[in-house]
Structure formats: C-alpha cells, structure tokens
Nanobody, 123 residues
Framework: QVQLVESGGGLVQAGDSLRLSCAAP????????MAWFRQAPGKERDFVAA????????NYADSVKGRFTISRDNAKNTVYLQMNSLKPEDTAVYYC????????????????WGRGTQVTVSS
C-alpha cells in the first residue's frame, strides 16, 4: 500500500499564498510523475498541475497558470505546490497523486493518491 501524505492547506484570504507539500515513499517518488488535483464540493476532481520524473516537464491547468508552481525535491521525496494570488474559486480539497514515469492530466491514470488537504480562500 502506497501512502502519499499532503499538508499545508488552510484558510486564507483572496490574494494570499499557500504552499502545499506531498511526501511519498522513496520507492514511489523515484521514477514517478507527481501531480496535484482538486475537488470542490459537488464537483468533479480536476487536474491542477503535474511534473514528470524523466525531464521535469511541468503541466498546468489554464485556471492556475501564472499563479501556481509545482516542484519536486528528489532528496526529500516531496512535491510542492506553491499557490500565489489565491482566489475564492481555488477553494477545494487538494489531492496529491503519483503514476509511473510520465505525467497525465487524467485522474484515472493515477494509481496512487493521498487523502487530501483542504484549501479555503475567503473573499
């Protein structure tokens, strides 16, 4: 059983910043692409950002481009999501996910998931 553990969520005001972290076991982190998804109440789980293992290529949802940055620290087996200029519509539970080698924007292609961390942005 692979366990991904997210942290860093919280309640902030519009315009503030947060940094989410996701810790993974070394055997998952190595050779795995990492991604962030989010799910607002009553909505589907949406892709936010991903970073591949091989070349570190990053992909972002249009809604977060220019505001969010995904990065990974291979020495710490941790992936981060730096979120700047937060908006109320960013409010959701944020999930970390992992899949082998290359990233994807499709949630069903990720076999490993964390339990999520709540991000609430007030206006």
């Amino acid at each position: 059983q692979v366990q991904l553990v997210e942290s860093g969520g919280g309640l902030v005001q519009a315009g503030d910043s947060l940094r989410l972290s996701c810790a993974a076991p070394a055997r998952v982190f190595i050779n795995y692409a990492m991604a962030w998804f989010r799910q607002a109440p009553g909505k589907e789980r949406d892709f936010v950002a991903a970073i591949s293992w091989i070349d570190g290529v990053r992909n972002y949802a249009d809604s977060v481009k220019g505001r969010f940055t995904i990065s990974r620290d291979n020495a710490k087996n941790t992936v981060y999501l730096q979120m700047n200029s937060l908006k109320p519509e960013d409010t959701a539970v944020y999930y970390c996910a992992a899949r082998s080698i290359t990233s994807s924007i499709r949630s069903y292609e990720y076999p490993y998931w964390g339990r999520g961390t709540q991000v609430t942005v007030s206006s």
